[in-house]
């Protein structure tokens, strides 16, 4: 399989009251792959100002690979507040570099070499990137891996923009929050959590289908079987990114050819390192990271 993975969509700062760190769903997950020895890429935009300098710097240090135009926009910015359970809160900046990535030759060429990425709503609730995300999937090769990561965030998401994204896609990571909304825009009110989710599996002639829980554990859905893992208990530092990494140890050992409930352990164990970890993209122990070394 293709070895070039792509986050594509939001890349940005989450601003917390003491400090900031880099973040953005499809960063983190870019992030997080190449941690595996994959060819993980960030894909985005940022503005010409010192925040979007510094992004590029801070991808860079971690020795990320990224196609990141610089445009009149500025650098996106996310206020996150934490709860009592260290669980986050944001406030999205508007209008922003991310909200505005193009499609250029380059990003092109990224698509036509890329086996699988992930994207989600949330970059999608502008016209500008929503029409890129669009180009970007049709440009990919065949039997490529498409990732919806939902990642529903305050009002930057209709009933329409889900049922094209979940169209274009073969995965969905959905959460237990996300699950309710998508039933309610769905009219599957009465349905359960793991029944929605074996619908849209049927529906949209997904792949596999991942539903996390929270503190209750996670759910792999395939047309073949179901996986369930239960949360490890962990001193929860905030979780901040903690899905994103859940997404990439799953999909790094699934194209591993690892077994899906293993797949699933080891997305589970990472994704409770990360909750103990401050910021979306520390660096994983070598432990995790031991069945790829010889990939």
């Not at 925040?51 to 710097?57: D, P």
């Not at 994204?165 to 009110?189: G, H, P, Y």
């Amino acid at each position: 399989m293709n070895n070039t993975v792509v986050g594509l969509g939001e890349i940005l700062w989450d601003v917390f009251p003491e400090r900031k760190v880099l973040g953005g769903a499809p960063a983190n997950f870019a992030y997080h792959v190449s941690q595996f020895g994959y060819n993980g890429y960030a894909a985005s935009a940022v503005g010409d100002d010192l925040l979007g300098k510094e992004i590029l710097s801070s991808l860079a240090e971690k020795d990320l690979n990224y196609v990141i135009e610089v445009t009149d926009y500025p650098t996106g910015t996310v206020k996150v507040t934490l709860n009592k359970t260290g669980v986050p809160e944001y406030e999205i900046c508007e209008n922003v570099a991310w909200d505005n990535i193009p499609f250029t030759a380059k990003l092109e060429n990224l698509a036509k070499n890329t086996g699988t990425v992930s994207f989600g709503s949330l970059a999608q609730r502008n016209n500008v990137s929503k029409e890129t995300v669009k180009r970007f999937l049709a440009a990919m090769p065949e039997n490529s891996v498409k990732i919806f990561d939902i990642n529903l965030r305050q009002h930057f998401y209709t009933k329409e923009l889900i049922h094209e994204s979940l169209q274009l896609s073969n995965m969905l990571k959905i959460n237990d929050e996300e699950v309710i909304i998508v039933a309610e825009l769905f009219d599957l009110k009465d349905d359960n959590e793991q029944d929605i989710c074996k619908l849209l599996l049927d529906r949209y002639n997904l792949d596999i289908v991942i539903l996390t829980k929270g503190t209750e554990g996670s759910f792999v859905f395939t047309s073949k079987e179901t996986s369930f893992q239960p949360t490890p208990k962990v001193h929860v530092a905030d979780t901040v990114g903690a899905g994103d990494s859940f997404t990439a140890a799953f999909v790094a050992s699934y194209m591993h050819g690892e077994r899906i409930a293993d797949a699933h352990q080891l997305a589970m164990e990472v994704s409770a390192y990360v909750c103990t970890q401050h910021g979306a993209m520390p660096r994983l122990p070598d432990a995790y990271l031991e069945l790829f070394r010889n990939k």
